[in-house]
């Protein structure tokens, strides 16, 4: 099975940026994508970015624009830079494959002054 390592949360201002790592450790598994995910406290686990094999990327409404994320699907590593960020991007990120595998710890952002 593969675990998902994240890192490169934190404190920022409204406006700031910042960018997290993923890596993806295992072998033999199946993955057509890697995705980044977020969850804020009180609400449901969503769909942030995601990238292909091949490189294609698509990002949800609200932080395209904003939010960039790169990798490699195949050696298991992707990236979210973000910037502008936004209180309302406060949440625990999550990387991981889909399909998905076991989920990680996920990373804290928040964005506050």
């Known amino acids: 099975q593969v675990q998902p390592v994240e890192s490169g949360g934190g404190l920022v201002q409204p406006g700031g940026s910042l960018k997290l790592s993923c890596v993806a450790s295992?072998?033999?598994?199946?993955?057509?994508?890697m995705g980044w995910y977020r969850q804020a406290p009180g609400r449901q686990r969503e769909l942030v970015a995601t990238?292909?094999?091949?490189?294609?990327?698509n990002y949800m409404d609200s932080v395209k624009g904003r939010f960039a994320i790169s990798g490699e699907v195949g050696k298991n590593t992707v990236y979210l830079q973000m910037n502008s960020l936004k209180p309302e991007d406060t949440a625990v990120y999550y990387c991981?494959?889909?399909?998905?595998?076991?989920w990680g710890q996920g990373t804290q952002v928040t964005v506050s002054s």
């Open positions: 990238i292909t094999t091949s490189g294609d990327t």
């Open positions: 295992g072998r033999g598994f199946k993955r057509d994508a």
């Open positions: 991981n494959t889909i399909p998905n595998n076991p």
